[in-house]
């Protein structure tokens, strides 16, 4: 018996179910009715229409509108994002073979009425996109309103297994009010077909594939964004889209073989269907690799606990054992033992309280550094809901940068950044294991598990100064800029430690990161005693106090009260500490971090005041806004000049290529020396006013 007979009396997952639901929901006057598109969209009572709306043809949307007087059409993006010759492109600048297919598509009747203007068509203008969906129409005696979430399409009103909703509003007061909305929307437009393609007359032979055509087309759309500008953070956007477009195809395929995999085909009707369960338990080993984005390399070297955030109670759940890997358990729970959480914190305060008793400076910058990486590491999990929420908020994927993924900890030789690595994983996993950047730095290693939904974050030991100046797309700076300015949905975060002396980054990287600097020394002449209070801090600490926290910060997502601000994303874990050490009776350390730090911006900040304090001559102040610095008279080699570029804001930098040119005022602000400079000339005046006297 073949594949097919031994399927028929199976129910397949792709065969029609009895029920068919109506999958177009249309509420009319508080009733829920049954409306065809015409009915809805009439024609005979309306002589004007006003649409605000993804068309996936456009002779589709003007043939369905003939009957209309007037037409304006405002082409919006279609809901699930996928590039198409009518979505708003990411910068709006227009495609010129967009428009050219547009009006290869129309028919001549539809030309002529954009000619007479009796049809417009709009798009939206640079860093504008429009999702509304919105239809006013207009007659002698009646208007309407039409809104939900229903496109001009096909599928829309055809009940083509795509569940919409639309909102008819027959009253004069709602077309009032959605007229000014509409209007609003329509200031933020600019015309869509090219007045070149308006100027062609009916019976003229036009060319519509001719590079001459979409040359002036290009020109014509370039000139009515003439005035907008591309600031630094959308042209580094730019830079990473060959990466984008490689990930997206790369999903295409994983998706195609899976079809394969999980289908058969039905000989005689020429159809797929979904195979047996019983079939795919045999294929288990070929399911396993096209789900996963985590190529087997990879998988073999993670040594990480798996931890999956899972959105129903939105807190952490990792599998019941090794053998048992299947079958989830709830990580995040409230620790009901008072004496055992009294006791972990205690002995994290104590572990923190090393760096300042056993290191040559004994101060507590430090220790208020190594409690910031810890508050970010039990962040860690909860990072990527930081960063869609936010986007979410603002309406822009993009929004997510300013929360990095990215914590660097830098810092001498024997400054304790590799214990407080291994610390780092005791506390959330029980586990002090961590990567070898030698072992990871191969080719989309890092890329896999950034991509995979174990939020545990990848803890690294010494970063090489080569990754961050690799051009490699699975390394450094684009890899940097793909996970925090693309990647969305679970994912980890990276936590490593790095030589302070290797570390620059450019500008649009260092906003993506975070930074902290750990530079006082330990005492090699107390190493027994620093290293016996390890001992014992290992010896007493278990992850109770993360899962304690992972609860706490778990419910403080559920109440709907912040849990970050856009100026401190460690807002939420601060909170609960300091919940943590006034319900367990501990003084809340001084050392305690009550804000994010800026250290890359204040070693730049060392660095260039030192820089131009020493070489003052190399710095040409002019009467304008500028500053000549003749870098090269300073600097060791080419190297050293991007690195010492790097250090500098990117607000301060006019010009780096062949010559450096600031901003005199931002890079005076920069150094702390615009105050400075104000007290001097008070103190010169002063010094006038005595000698006249």
């Keep these: 018996m073949d594949e097919v007979s031994n399927n028929s009396t199976q129910m397949g997952l792709l065969e029609e179910e009895e029920y068919a639901p109506n999958y177009l929901h249309i509420v009319k006057d508080g009733q829920k009715v049954n409306m065809t598109r015409e009915a809805i969209f009439d024609s005979s009572t309306y002589y004007e229409l006003l649409a605000v709306s993804f068309v996936s043809s456009p002779s589709f949307f003007l043939k369905a509108v003939d009957g209309f007087e007037t037409v304006e059409l405002i082409i919006g993006i279609e809901d699930n994002s996928v590039l198409t010759p009518f979505q708003n492109s990411i910068f709006g600048v227009i495609d010129p073979q967009q428009q050219v297919d547009f009006w290869k ?301 990215f914590l660097f900890i830098a810092g001498r030789a024997s400054s304790g950044k590799t214990t407080l690595l291994e610390m780092l994983g005791q506390l959330l996993a029980d586990d002090s294991n961590y990567f070898s950047y030698e072992k990871i730095k191969g080719k989309n290693i890092l890329v896999d598990y950034f991509q995979s939904e174990n939020v545990m974050p990848v803890l690294v030991d010494e970063i090489a100064g080569t990754f961050f100046n690799s051009k490699a797309e699975h390394l450094g700076e684009r890899l940097i800029k793909y996970v925090s300015g693309d990647l969305d949905g679970k994912h980890p975060v990276l936590i490593a430690t790095t030589n302070a002396t290797d570390f620059d980054v450019p500008g649009q990287v260092e906003r993506r990161i975070y930074y902290l600097g750990i530079n006082n020394t330990f005492d090699n002449s107390r190493e027994t005693e620093s290293n016996k209070l390890l001992t014992e801090v290992v010896n007493t600490l278990d992850t109770g106090l993360f899962q304690n926290y992972s609860f706490r910060f778990s419910a403080l997502i559920r109440s709907g009260e912040p849990f970050y601000y856009e100026e401190d994303f460690l807002y939420g874990a601060r909170k609960i500490f300091k919940e943590l050490f006034q319900e367990m009776g501990i003084p809340l350390p001084e050392w305690f971090p009550h804000k994010k730090f800026l250290d890359y911006r204040n070693r730049g900040k060392i660095i260039w005041e030192e820089l131009y304090d020493a070489h003052h001559e190399f710095f040409k102040e002019k009467e304008s806004d500028d500053i000549f610095v003749d870098i090269d008279q300073f600097c060791r080699n080419q190297r050293d000049r991007v690195s010492k570029i790097n250090y500098i804001p990117p607000e301060c930098v006019k010009e780096d290529s062949h010559v450096l040119i600031l901003s005199k005022s931002k890079f005076k602000e920069f150094i702390g020396r615009n105050e400075r400079k104000t007290l001097l000339g008070s103190l010169k005046n002063l010094k006038q006013m005595f000698s006249r006297s």
């Design 105 to 405: 598509e129309i028919d001549e009747k539809a030309r002529n009425k954009i000619r007479n203007h009796k049809i417009k068509v709009r798009y939206s203008k640079l860093k504008t996109s429009i999702h509304t969906k919105l239809y006013l129409m207009q007659g002698s005696t009646a208007k309407r309103v039409v809104l939900g979430s229903a496109n001009f399409t096909e599928n829309a009103f055809k009940n083509k297994k795509q569940f919409e909703e639309l909102l008819i509003l027959d009253d004069p007061e709602s077309y009032k009010l959605y007229r000014q909305r509409y209007e609003e929307i329509k200031g933020f437009t600019i015309d869509y077909i090219p007045e070149r393609l308006k100027r062609s007359k009916p019976n003229e032979v036009l060319i519509l594939d001719s590079a001459d055509l979409k040359k002036d087309i290009m020109l014509e759309n370039v000139d009515k964004v003439s005035s907008a500008k591309l600031d630094v953070y959308e042209q580094e956007e730019i830079k990473v889209l060959p990466h984008r477009a490689e990930l997206l195809k790369d999903n295409w395929v994983r998706l195609e073989k899976t079809i394969e995999v999980v289908t058969f085909k039905n000989r005689k009707s020429d159809s797929k269907s979904f195979q047996h369960s019983s079939k795919l338990a045999k294929k288990e080993a070929s399911l396993k690799a096209l789900v996963s984005r985590t190529r087997a390399e990879s998988a073999k070297l993670d040594r990480r606990m798996e931890l999956y955030y899972r959105d129903e109670d939105d807190k952490l759940y990792c599998p019941e054992s090794r053998e048992n890997s299947d079958t989830l358990v709830e990580y995040s729970r409230k620790e009901d033992n008072k004496t055992q959480l009294q006791k972990n914190l205690k002995a994290l305060v104590r572990f923190v309280d090393a760096y300042k008793e056993f290191t040559a400076e004994s101060d507590y910058d430090t220790c208020a550094r190594v409690m910031e990486a810890i508050l970010y590491a039990f962040t860690a999990p909860y990072l990527w809901k930081i960063r869609d929420h936010y986007s979410i908020e603002k309406g822009r994927k993009n929004a997510r940068v300013i929360f990095p993924p």
